[in-house]
Nanobody, 124 residues
Framework: QVQLVESGGGLVENGGSLRLSCAAS????????MGWFRQAPGKEREFVAC????????YYADSVTGRFAISRDNAKNTTYLQMTNLKPEDTAVYYC?????????????????WGRGTQVTVSS
């Protein structure tokens, strides 16, 4: 059974930083692309970032480019999202996503496996 468990969310001030983690189990992590999505109240879920299985390619939504960084540690079966210069519009529930192909994660639908999410709130 595939499990993706996010952690690291919380309340932060405008301009602050947070690092989200996603611990994966039940899948061959080193062969899966990993990604992050977010959903703000009243809005549709949106793609945030993606990393290929090897870590050689990274993809970001325009809204977070230059502020967020995705990474992974295949030895720990964990992917990370380092978020800096956070803004109130970054407030959302952040979801971890996994799939064999990064191409699926980079679509609005996302990949096959999802975590339950972690709340990030940025105060103005």
């Amino acid at each position: 059974q595939v499990q993706l468990v996010e952690s690291g969310g919380g309340l932060v001030e405008n301009g602050g930083s947070l690092r989200l983690s996603c611990a994966a189990s039940g899948l061959p992590f080193s062969t899966y692309a990993m990604g992050w999505f977010r959903q703000a109240p009243g809005k549709e879920r949106e793609f945030v970032a993606c990393i290929t299985w090897s870590g050689s390619s990274l993809y970001y939504a325009d809204s977070v480019t230059g502020r967020f960084a995705i990474s992974r540690d295949n030895a720990k079966n964990t992917t990370y999202l380092q978020m800096t210069n956070l803004k109130p519009e970054d407030t959302a529930v952040y979801y971890c996503n996994a799939d064999r192909t990064s191409g699926k994660i980079r679509t609005a639908r996302g990949g096959d496996y999802w975590g339950r999410g972690t709340q990030v709130t940025v105060s103005s």
